[in-house]
C-alpha cells in the first residue's frame, strides 16, 4: 500500500519548509557537528561495515537531517533518493508505533521474505519493540528496475537519531547494528550526541550567527557535494503561511537565475 507514504511526504512538503527547500533544490541538510565528532562516527560505520560485500550504504540521521553517510563500491546517494529515504523512514516508523500498540509482544518478532521483482511488495520485518526493522525500497536514481533492502534502526535512548544500512541483499542486519553502536557507545560520541541533543530547543542555528546585519534568512547549497545550509526559521517568518510565502520567494529567485518563470507551483515558460 503506497498511500501512506505520499500521504506522509504531501504532508512533510506542506508543513516542512525547511525540508521543501532541500527537495526543490536537489540537495541534502546536514546536522551541525563537530568535526570530531562526525569523523568518528563516519570512521565506524567506515570499519564496521566494510565487510560486508552487499552493502551499499551506511547512513546515521537525525531529525531529517544527515549526520554521516558512509558509501561502498563507487555509489553515489542522490538527494532525490535520500528524501525518499527519509520519507519512507517518518512512514516506516509511524507504521511501527501504530501497529505496536494494537500487538501482543510475542508478535514483535516476525519475519518476512521476498526474491521477486521491484514490483513486489514486502511487509515491515520488525525485530524488536524499539522499532528497528527492515523494508524494501527504490531509489529511482540509483536503480529505477529495482530495490534495495533497507534496515533501520532508531536509537533506543534518542528515537530521532536512526541508523540506516541498505544492502542488495536480505539478511539479518541486527549483528552489525549492534557492532556499530557498541562501537559507538565505546568511542563516547554516542552520548555526547545524545545528552547535547536533548537540551536544544532547535537543531537549527540562528542568522545572527552569521553575523551579517540585518539579515532575516538565507540558503546556501554547496553545489559539489549536493548539500544544502540555512538558519532556522524565527521573525518575520514564524507563521506556515510567512514560511510558504518566503519559499515562494526563493522559487522566484531561482526561477529567475535559471529563466524560468514560477507561477501556480509549476513553470511556466521562459521569461522574456
Known amino acids: 500500500d503506497t498511500t501512506k507514504f505520499i500521504d506522509n511526504l504531501a504532508n512533510l512538503m506542506e508543513n516542512n519548509v525547511t525540508l521543501l527547500s532541500d527537495v526543490f533544490l536537489e540537495s541534502i541538510s546536514c546536522l551541525r557537528l563537530k568535526s570530531s565528532i562526525r569523523s568518528t562516527i563516519t570512521s565506524i560505520l567506515q570499519s564496521e561495515c566494510k565487510s560486508d560485500p552487499n552493502l551499499v550504504f551506511a547512513l546515521m540521521i537525525c531529525n531529517h537531517k544527515l549526520i554521516s553517510l558512509v558509501k561502498f563500491k563507487g555509489h553515489e546517494l542522490s538527494p532525490n533518493d535520500f528524501h525518499l529515504i527519509l520519507n519512507q523512514i ?41 522499532g528497528a526493522g527492515t523494508f524494501p525500497i527504490c531509489l529511482p536514481k540509483f536503480n529505477d528496475t529495482g530495490y534495495l533492502h533497507a534496515y533501520i534502526s532508531p536509537n533506543n535512548n534518542y528515537s530521532e537519531m536512526t541508523l540506516l544500512l541498505l544492502s542488495t541483499q536480505p539478511g539479518n542486519m541486527v549483528g552489525l547494528q549492534n557492532k556499530i553502536e557498541k562501537n559507538l557507545r565505546s568511542s563516547g560520541v554516542l552520548n555526547t550526541m545524545i545528552s547535547s541533543f536533548k537540551k ?5 542555528y540562528e542568522v545572527e550567527e552569521v553575523g551579517v546585519k540585518g539579515l532575516l534568512h538565507f540558503i546556501y547549497k554547496d553545489k559539489l557535494n549536493g548539500q544544502l545550509t540555512a538558519p532556522g526559521l524565527v521573525s518575520p517568518y514564524r507563521t506556515l503561511k510567512e514560511q510558504q510565502r518566503l519559499f515562494k520567494l526563493y522559487q522566484n529567485v531561482k526561477g529567475r537565475m535559471e529563466g524560468t518563470k514560477i507561477g501556480g507551483g509549476g513553470k511556466e515558460g521562459k521569461e522574456k
Open 200 to 204: 536544544l530547543s532547535s537543531f537549527n
Open 90 to 130: 517518518a512512514t516506516t516508523k509511524s507504521t511501527i508505533t501504530k501497529s505496536s500498540k494494537s500487538t501482543s509482544a510475542k508478535n514483535h518478532l516476525s519475519s518476512s521474505s521476498s526474491s521477486s521483482s521491484s514490483s513486489s511488495t514486502s511487509k515491515v520485518i520488525t525485530y524488536s519493540t524499539s
